[in-house]
């Protein structure tokens, strides 16, 4: 049992190019959420989804797109990469059999744009 | 969500009990009070969830107060393994669209 997966684990990208960073569960997760934390930061959501087709915004979603074409896959699109951009990237997924209950993480995506 | 406020940073020393409080004046009635710890360089690892009174688990315990306007975070004899941040989260999302603090630096040491 794998978790949540996310590739690559480091990224090193120049000023207006584009990526995708993917993630995968294999926990037949509904939710999906993407974060990115700054260093001394807190996480923040980028973009979440409650199932597969349905996508929403959160926290801090510009410059970044989503899709959900399966239960298993939430990848995260870079459309033009920039230096304020650059961050670690946590994907984290969670099923909701009730409110309240627990996220599990990735290790994360470490992403720097020149 | 409920806004949280807990400290920036703990320290403590080996086999030490560690209590982190979070408050969360505006606690929703079907909001959970959630606890993740997260290591350098890794993601956020579940710690323990409650909605009122007290939870135990193998790793923690959680306090609630009958207001339910703070929680209190208790680690029993922490080692240097559990130096990490820690993140105290309230609201009802089934863990997902989750709004994280910055949490406290808890530093233990030898």
């Known amino acids: 049992n794998a978790g ?8 090193v990208l120049k000023t207006g190019q584009s990526m995708t960073l993917q ?5 037949n997760h509904e ?6 934390q700054d260093p001394g930061m807190g996480l923040r959501l980028i973009h979440y989804s409650v199932g597969a087709g349905i996508t929403d ?8 797109n989503v899709s959900r074409s399966t239960t298993e896959d939430f990848p995260l699109r870079l459309l033009s990469a ?15 059999d009730r409110v309240g209950t627990e996220a599990f993480f990735g290790q994360g995506t470490r992403l720097t744009v020149v | 969500l409920a806004k949280t406020t807990q400290p920036i940073s703990m ?3 080996e086999g030490q009990e560690v209590n982190i409080t979070c408050s969360h004046n505006n606690i929703a009635t079907n909001d959970y009070i959630t606890w993740y710890q997260q290591f350098p360089s890794q993601g956020p690892r579940f710690i323990i969830q409650g909605y009122k009174t007290k939870v135990t688990n193998e790793v923690a315990s959680l306090f609630i107060p009958a207001d339910r306007k703070s929680s209190t975070l208790s680690l029993p ?12 989260l309230v609201g009802q999302e089934a863990g997902t669209a989750l709004i994280f603090g910055k949490g406290t630096t808890l530093s233990v040491s030898s």
């Open chain 2, 77 to 88: 004899r922490v080692s240097l393994s559990d130096t990490a941040v820690y993140y105290c």
């Open chain 1, 57 to 64: 915004q959160g926290e801090v979603p510009n410059g970044y």
């Open chain 1, 31 to 36: 939710y999906m959420s993407w974060y990115r």
């Open chain 1, 82 to 96: 920039a230096p304020s951009q650059t961050s670690v990237y946590f994907c984290a997924s969670s099923y909701p």
């Open chain 1, 23 to 27: 993630c995968a569960q294999d926990m």
């Open chain 1, 4 to 11: 949540v997966t996310q590739t690559p684990k480091f990224q």
């Open chain 2, 11 to 13: 320290d403590s020393y």
